[in-house]
């Protein structure tokens, strides 16, 4: 079966991670589906984000000097819509791909002063474009770390009118992701592992998950032949080298979570 190409928060080697833009860009590159990253504003409402802080990827200490670390649960949507998302791309050029040339001049006009999306800007998108998502449920940050994410992303996709065709849950928490299977069994759900990288992966842990999402440099090729035999499916994340998609592939992934589907849609045709 043909392993799936996933852009990881979706194609953000060419645009802003985690915003609409990278999700388009993903889906115009021909991802089967696109990855993001699940948070909770100060007021409840469900957003991209990856990073516990919003230094990295917005104008946030600039705009609020006086609310370090700057952590997003504690700003409101309302303050996380007026951040510049986009910028930071643009002026860090994190993949080197601004220099190389491969985003237009046109394209860099759009990025300057993107916002962070909220979830069910996110879904309307993936909707619209007849395409797949895949959302990680984070583990909030204070003050929000007891809010009900699982139970408000639910009721997003039911008010978007999206459903298991389209989305896969996934997450660290594999708790939480125990709890998804329970309360809404017709979901697919994904077992992140690998969090720490110098620590190999407790696979066992996982031994009730059919789907693993394992950290790329823990998982060798041998590895995943070695668990499909048992029927487990695992998307590596993340893999940005051909050559390395390639072994993997080889080996028998269900998927690749990968920065470049540029680079890597060619390889499954």
């Keep these: 079966m043909r392993p799936e190409i996933i852009a990881h928060r979706g194609a953000r080697s060419l645009a802003p991670e985690n915003t609409l833009l990278a999700a388009k860009k993903a889906y115009e590159l021909g991802a089967d589906l696109w990855e993001t990253d699940i948070g909770v504003s100060k007021d409840g409402v469900p957003i991209l984000m990856h990073d516990d802080a919003l230094t990295r990827t917005t ?8 609310r370090a670390p700057w952590t997003f649960t504690t700003f409101t949507l309302e303050e996380l819509k007026s951040l510049d998302a986009g910028s930071w791309f ?11 040339g491969a985003v237009s001049a046109e394209e860099e006009g759009g990025i300057r002063g993107v916002q962070i999306p909220t979830l069910e800007e996110a879904l309307r998108l993936t909707r619209a474009l007849g ?10 940050p204070p003050p929000m770390e007891g ?31 125990r709890t998804a299977r329970k309360m809404r069994p017709e979901f697919r759900v994904q077992a992140v ?17 059919n789907e693993l999402n394992p950290r790329a440099s823990l998982t060798p090729p041998a590895v995943v032949e070695r668990l499909r035999k048992r029927g487990k ?8 080298e051909v050559g390395l998609a390639r072994d993997l592939i080889a080996a028998g992934v ?10 890597l849609v060619p390889l499954v045709g």
């Design 147 to 177: 809010f009900p994410l699982l139970e408000a992303v639910f009721a997003v996709m039911d008010a978007v009118g999206i459903g298991p065709d389209s989305v896969v849950l996934s997450s660290f928490d594999l708790d939480l992701m």
């Design 254 to 263: 269900a998927g690749l979570f990968t920065d470049y589907p540029q680079r």
């Design 131 to 140: 395409w797949r998502v895949n959302l990680e449920l984070k583990r909030q």
């Design 193 to 209: 592992l690998g969090f720490h990288r110098n620590r190999p992966i407790d696979w066992e842990a996982a031994a009730d998950f």
């Design 90 to 100: 643009l002026d860090t050029d994190p993949f080197g791909e601004v220099a190389r």
């Design 233 to 240: 499916a695992l998307r590596p994340w993340t893999v940005n």
């Design 59 to 66: 104008d946030a200490a600039r705009r609020f000097p006086g």
